[in-house]
């Protein structure tokens, strides 16, 4: 499987997230600039945090106007996963990929610490390596993580099980305490923690590479031709 990294002026997660993929997962993994228009010969997308365009104007407002966010929408409608986490959760929903918006931080300042989650949907292309309702511990690092949105938008995602993520002492005010969303088809997931920085107990903890082998597994289940 081989994933895209996609870099904005002021990523700067990009190289924990290929880190995560190439030495700790084994997977094909390559840079790709945000001015890049084809993604085509990518399995799968990922848009890490940092501090696109340097969040002026709104988080990912900017960066959701590059013109490598055509190609990921691309990569979206045919099917292929997209992760975006911290930023690229903001970008993703600036570009509609996901519904919401993101606030600043409830109590106004910048949150760095591992949190615990609780995995409240594994069943999907996403999460299927964790087991329904394990708490895991991820680390966040944001000042604007406070996801929203409407009553209507929140009706529909419990009843589409879009909610993947919650946070078990919610560090940031978010509705419902959510932490991650996916869309209604399953294949774009948005969430504030970040998993590439745990993927390895020497960076204190390895419950994220669960995410990114569910990833590949999902990719092999469905494209791998069975002798």
């Known amino acids: 499987m081989k994933f895209a990294v996609i870099v ?39 848009l890490p945090g940092g501090f696109s365009y340097g969040d002026y104007l709104r ?31 903001q970008i993703l929903l600036e570009a509609g990929l996901l519904p919401g918006a993101m606030r600043r931080n409830e109590s106004l300042s910048f949150i760095c610490k591992p949190v615990e989650l609780k995995v409240v949907n594994n069943q999907t292309m996403f999460s299927a390596a964790y087991t ?17 949105c409407d009553e209507e938008t929140l009706a529909k995602l419990k009843e ?5 993520f919650t946070y078990q002492d919610n560090p940031n005010g978010s509705l419902e305490d959510i932490a991650g969303i996916i869309n209604e088809k399953g294949n774009v997931l948005g969430m504030m923690p970040h998993p590439e920085r745990a993927v390895d107990e020497l960076l204190g903890g390895a419950d994220g590479l669960k995410l990114f082998q569910s990833i590949v597994r999902s990719w092999r289940e469905a494209n791998v031709v069975k002798a």
């Open 132 to 148: 329904e309702g394990e708490t895991i511990s991820i680390p966040v690092a944001h000042g604007e993580g406070n996801y929203y």
């Open 160 to 164: 589409n099980n879009q909610i993947v």
């Open 8 to 46: 904005f002026p002021g990523s700067n997660c990009d190289v924990d997230m290929y880190h995560a993929i190439k030495d700790e997962l084994g997977e094909q993994v390559e840079y790709v600039w945000h001015d890049t228009e084809n993604l085509d010969e990518f399995d799968g997308i990922l």
């Open 59 to 89: 988080t990912g407002a900017i960066a959701r106007f590059s013109k490598v966010m055509k190609a990921v929408v691309k990569a979206a409608e045919a099917g292929k996963p997209v992760l975006g986490v911290c930023n690229g959760f």
